[in-house]
C-alpha cells in the first residue's frame, strides 16, 4: 500500500495546494500522531501525487475499451415522466457525454441536457442518437457572471418539472455505472441532496455582506459535521418541491439585483444551502450517505463517491476528461460496463 493509499485508509485526504503546501483534510480531526506520520512523509507524498497525475494526464481515456464487453447491459426500468437532466456548454461537453453513456448503459430513462452554447455537433449528434434530448431555457442569471452556467440551475430544474414528475439532476462532471431507482426512490419521498461526509471545507462558507440582505440560516458553517451541508451537484426533486426551487430561484435573482451573487459559495449551491436551512437531517437528504472522497490527485481533479447512490463527482478545476478527444463509444444500450476497479 502507498503512503497515499494509507493516508486515505485513515480517513484523510491529501493534496497539493497551489502554494506548493501539503493540504490534508478533515485537518481539525487529525491526531497528533496521524499528523506527524504526514509531516515527516511530505516529500514522499508529493512524488505519489505528482505520479498520479502524470498517469491520468497522459491517458488518452480514464474508461480504457477493455471494460465494455459484448453482452447486453441489465438495465432498470425508470417509470414515465421521470427524466435525467443536466446542462453544459462547449467547456464540460465530455463530462456529458460520459454522464449520458454511463446513465443510459444502466437506466433506461429519458436524458435531458440543457445546451448552453455545444459547438462540437459531432459529439452531440452522437449522444442525440442515444436518445439525448437538447434543450434551451430563458437564463435570468447574466451570463456575465463567473459560473453563470451552474447558477441558472434551478431554471433547468423548473423548466423539466414541466414535462416531469421526477427529476434527477446530475451535474455535468458527474458520472454513473449503476441503476438509479434508489436515487428515484428517495426523491419520490423528499428533496434529494447529498451531504459532503466527513469534507469540510471553509470556502463553502457564503460571504458576511449576503446576510445584510438575507436572513442567515439556523445552521451556521462550521457549527456541526459536514454531513449537514448540501453538494448541489447531485440532486432529486418532484413537482412537490417546487416551491422550494421557486426559492431559490429567487434568491438568486435578488443577490444579483443586489450585486452580492458572486460572494455566493460555489455559486448555486451557497444560495440553495442557505434556502434549506442547512437543515439536511431533515428531509433534505439521503441521511448518511458517508460521502467518500477517493481520489485527489496532485493538482488534478478530486473524486467523491457518493454511497449507495453509486454516483461520482471529479472536483476541482481539471477534470478527467478534459484532454479526451474523437470520442466515439459504442452505443450504451448494446454494450457491458464492466469496469470491476470502480465496483469494488
Given at each position: 500500500m502507498s503512503i497515499v493509499q494509507k493516508i486515505r485508509s485513515m480517513g484523510y485526504e491529501v493534496r497539493v495546494k497551489e502554494n506548493g503546501n501539503l493540504g490534508v483534510?478533515?485537518?481539525?480531526?487529525?491526531?497528533?500522531?496521524?499528523?506527524?506520520?504526514?509531516?515527516?512523509?511530505?516529500?514522499?507524498?508529493?512524488?505519489?501525487?505528482?505520479?498520479?497525475e502524470s498517469k491520468i494526464v497522459s491517458s488518452p481515456s480514464v474508461f480504457p475499451y477493455e471494460f465494455f464487453q459484448e453482452r447486453k447491459p441489465e438495465r432498470f426500468n425508470m417509470p414515465d415522466r421521470c427524466t435525467v437532466v443536466t446542462a453544459t456548454d462547449e467547456n464540460f461537453v465530455n463530462g456529458v457525454y460520459l454522464l449520458a453513456w454511463t446513465v443510459l448503459n444502466a437506466n433506461n430513462t429519458r436524458f435531458?441536457?440543457?445546451?448552453?452554447?455545444?459547438?462540437?455537433?459531432?459529439?452531440?449528434?452522437?449522444?442525440?442518437?442515444?436518445?439525448?434530448?437538447?434543450?434551451?431555457?430563458?437564463?435570468?442569471?447574466?451570463?456575465?457572471?463567473?459560473?453563470?452556467?451552474?447558477?441558472?440551475?434551478?431554471?433547468?430544474?423548473d423548466d423539466a418539472l414541466n414535462y416531469s414528475d421526477y427529476v434527477l439532476w446530475l451535474d455535468a462532471d458527474?458520472?454513473?455505472?449503476?441503476?438509479?431507482?434508489?436515487?428515484?426512490?428517495?426523491?419520490?419521498?423528499?428533496?434529494?441532496?447529498?451531504?459532503?461526509?466527513?469534507?469540510?471545507?471553509?470556502?463553502?462558507?457564503?460571504?458576511?455582506?449576503?446576510?445584510?440582505?438575507?436572513?442567515?440560516?439556523k445552521?451556521?458553517?462550521?457549527?456541526?459535521a459536514a454531513n449537514h451541508w448540501p453538494c448541489a451537484g447531485i440532486i432529486g426533486c418532484s413537482k412537490k418541491d417546487l416551491a422550494t426551487i421557486q426559492e431559490w430561484k429567487e434568491r438568486l435573482v435578488l443577490l444579483q439585483d443586489k450585486d452580492l451573487i458572486e460572494r455566493?459559495?460555489?455559486?448555486?449551491?451557497?444560495?440553495?444551502?442557505?434556502?434549506?436551512?442547512?437543515?439536511?437531517?431533515?428531509?433534505?437528504?439521503?441521511?448518511?450517505?458517508?460521502?467518500?472522497?477517493?481520489a485527489s490527485p496532485y493538482g488534478v481533479f478530486r473524486q467523491s463517491f457518493y454511497g449507495f447512490s453509486n454516483i461520482y463527482h471529479a472536483g476541482g478545476e481539471r477534470k478527467p476528461w478534459a484532454n479526451w478527444n474523437n470520442l466515439s463509444w459504442p452505443y450504451p444500450t448494446e454494450v457491458r460496463w464492466s469496469n470491476d476497479s470502480n465496483k469494488k
Open positions: 483534510s478533515p485537518w481539525s480531526s487529525c491526531t497528533n500522531e496521524d499528523r506527524e506520520f504526514i509531516r515527516s512523509r511530505k516529500a514522499e507524498i508529493k512524488r505519489e501525487l505528482q505520479n498520479e435531458v441536457c440543457y445546451d448552453l452554447g455545444i459547438k462540437n455537433a459531432r459529439i452531440k449528434h452522437q449522444m442525440q442518437k442515444w436518445g439525448v434530448e437538447f434543450k434551451s431555457v430563458d437564463l435570468p442569471i447574466s451570463v456575465d457572471y463567473n459560473g453563470w452556467q451552474t447558477l441558472n440551475k434551478p431554471w433547468y430544474i458527474t458520472w454513473y455505472y449503476k441503476h438509479l431507482d434508489k436515487m428515484l426512490e428517495i426523491t419520490k419521498d423528499s428533496f434529494f441532496i447529498p451531504d459532503h461526509g466527513r469534507h469540510c471545507p471553509q470556502f463553502n462558507k457564503n460571504d458576511q455582506e449576503i446576510y445584510d440582505i438575507v436572513s442567515p440560516p445552521i451556521k458553517w462550521g457549527e456541526r455566493l459559495s460555489y455559486f448555486d449551491q451557497g444560495a440553495l444551502q442557505d434556502v434549506i436551512d442547512c437543515d439536511l437531517q431533515n428531509g433534505f437528504v439521503w441521511n448518511n450517505l458517508n460521502a467518500l472522497r477517493t
